[in-house]
Structures are given as C-alpha cells and as structure tokens.
C-alpha cells in the first residue's frame, strides 16, 4: 500500500497528535495533515471514529482500491501502523524490547490525560482570549468566530467532560509527579533512550507527552511565549529536574524543524 494514502486528523495543540505525527515523521511515512480546530471538529469526529468518540488523533487510510478506513486513538494507531505498514525503526521487535516500549507508552499515555487536565484548570479559569487565540490558531475567520460564540458552552462542556476541578488538578498533579520521579530513576543510569540504545515509541510518548511541561523550542506550539502564558508555566514542582531536561534534548535531538503542522485547517 502507498503511504501517500495516509491522512492524519489532529488538533496542532493536542500532544497526543504529537506523538502521532512525531512518528509518521520518524518513521519516514509520507501523509498529509489536516488540523481541525475545537470545538467544531465533533461531527467529523463522530462520523469518521464510528465508536461515539470525539477524540483526536485520527488516521484515514486510503486504500489502493479506493476503500477508506478510520483509525481513532493513538494508541490504535501505532498498533495499526506497525502491523500494516512496520517493522517501524521505532518499534524494534527484539526479544521483550517491544513490551517494554508499550508498557512506557500506556504509562506515560495515562500522564497525558492529567497534563490536559492540570494545565487547563489554570487556563480555563485564566485569561479566555489567549485560550481562545489556542484554539483558533489555524481556524478559518468563520471558525474563530463559531468558537468564540459559542466559547462560554464550550468552556462548561470541557470542564464537566474532563473533571477539570481543582481537586481534581491537584490530584493529576500527584500523578505527574509520581510519572517525572519514575522517569528521573529510569534515567539515573545516563541512558540516553528509554529502551535499549535506541530511538522508540517509548521517548516520543514520554516526550510529547511532557511537552506541554517542558516546553521545548523545537515544538511551534508550546514553546512559545503565549502557550507558556496561557498554561499558566511554570509550577514550582517542575523545577530543573532531569528528566524535563532529558525531554527537551529529545526534542533538540529528533524533532529538529518538526515538519508536522503545515496543513489547512478544516472544519
């Protein structure tokens, strides 16, 4: 099948896209982006995913016949790219290496979720123009203006589908602690990969992940200036520990000039 057949739905904001397209990217597939833009990629969402999810990452593949499939969740997708289109480099089969890449994906997959959750409550309760202006980044005029009318539902519904509480924000942040103390000891040793002496799934989830935190230069989104201020950057917590340096090298290291997030945005 030609990789030329692969289109990747995503929010340019959303690290599980990152991971996504981080591993097209690694992995040397040719696909094409399409940014969608929140809240108003629900429906194509919904007809595409099939399943009553509204979640991106989604991977439309064409097929030479002319089929189309749907693959929703980052997760499904990694499985799906390396059973159909793999061995991929970044997910080596040796003997147990391959558990333990995925074992680190689920973990840090998990740490994604309470990121969202932590870094919104400070957003959400902040400054609604600059989580707007996120949001529409690559939206059309019409669709900065459909946002921003109905921005006040939007901001209700965000919050009650993701708990985004302050008990609940403290309570992810726990979490994500425990997830940088697990990574700083997996690092104590001076390895430079998460999993063996190479480059995998494993460091891009853990550093896509982490970027909101970490924001590291390379990513067009998050380490800029506004991001920093509409995350409310940065928490005391964070502090120099070393694996946030240890993400932002991975970035330097393999997400140099990231050719991800030059797609027309749809609705």
Known sequence: MSTESLTLYSFAISHFSEKIRWTLDASGLKFSEVLMTPPLHVLSALRMGGKGETTLPILQVRQPGGAVEHIQDSTHILRWLDQHLGPLDVMPRHAGLNEDIMDIEERFDAIGKDVVRYLYHAALNGDDDRVIGMWTQHASQHQARLVRLFYPLTKWIFKWRLRITAEAAAQSALR?????????????????????????????????????????DQHPIYGTAQFRQVAGHSPAWLGNRPCVEWVRRVYKAHRTGHPGLEAHAAA
């Open 176 to 216: 994500i602690q425990q997830a940088l103390a697990w990574l700083d000891g997996r690092l104590s040793d001076g390895r430079h990969y998460l999993v063996g002496h190479q480059f995998s799934v494993a460091d891009i989830t853990a550093a896509s992940m982490l970027a909101p935190l970490a924001c590291p």
